[in-house]
């Protein structure tokens, strides 16, 4: 079975760091570009990261530039977000997912998702 | 960035009803079009890929068109099973950028 699970998720002072790790099993992860997408409760989907395959190309949303980091360790299955300078906006369920390419892009499957909460 | 806006934002809708949810790219996106289901609590799955192709295992109740920059989903004939939040992506450049978002909800 194709899977992710996210864990790393919390409660976290303003200006707090937090890392948000993505397991992955059940396919070659090694092969995959990956995601971190966000969503505050209630309301719609934000992209905030992407990670090639072998981890050279990275692009983030402005948003979030300069503060998170993605990374993947290929040899553990793992995806990484490493959030720095956190804000009280930051506050959000952060899902991965894979981006499957047969015939064109999709994210298939998503983690079940982390509640990251931003609080003083 | 390319902007992806749906409209509406919700509906209310009874089983049985044929639902269209329509959504605008800011640029042309060829047909590089994906649509999500979300239910509370859970994950996003993905129904149609590339603006009318099926997901392997999604009902054929649910169709899309389009291509450049109107897009539709179409659910033929709404179950209970699909009082659900529906958003569009656009696949063509990164940022993989997502639509606001319909929620369908119970007439």
């Known amino acids: 079975e194709v899977k992710l699970v996210e864990s790393g998720g919390g409660l976290v002072q303003p200006g707090g760091s937090l890392r948000l790790s993505c397991a992955a099993s059940g396919f070659t992860f090694s092969s995959y570009w990956m995601h971190w997408v966000r969503q505050v409760t209630g309301k719609g989907l934000v992209w905030v990261s992407r990670?090639?395959?072998?981890?050279?190309?990275?692009t983030y949303a402005d948003s979030v530039k300069g503060r998170f980091t993605i990374s993947r360790d290929n040899a553990k299955n793992t995806l990484y977000l490493q959030m720095n300078s956190l804000r009280v906006e930051d506050t959000a369920v952060y899902f991965c997912?894979?981006?499957?390419?047969?015939?064109?892009?999709?994210?298939?499957?998503w983690g079940q998702g982390t509640l990251v909460t931003v609080s003083s | 960035d390319i902007q992806m806006t749906q409209s509406p934002s919700s509906l209310s809708a009874s089983v049985g009803d044929r639902v269209t949810i329509t959504c605008r790219a800011s640029?042309?996106?060829?047909?590089?079009l994906n649509w999500y289901q979300q239910k509370p609590g859970k994950a996003p799955k993905v129904l149609i890929y590339?603006?009318?192709s099926l997901q392997s295992g999604v009902p054929s109740r649910f169709s899309g068109s389009g291509s450049g920059t109107d897009f539709t989903l179409t659910i033929s004939s709404l179950q209970p099973e699909d009082f659900a939040s529906y958003y569009c992506?656009?696949?063509?450049?990164?940022?993989?950028?997502f639509g606001q978002g319909t929620k369908v909800e119970i007439k």
């Open positions: 990670i090639n395959s072998d981890g050279y190309s990275i």
């Open positions: 997912a894979r981006e499957l390419v047969t015939k064109s892009n999709r994210f298939d499957p």
């Open positions: 640029q042309n996106i060829n047909n590089d």
């Open positions: 992506q656009q696949s063509y450049n990164t940022p993989r950028t």
């Open positions: 590339a603006s009318s």
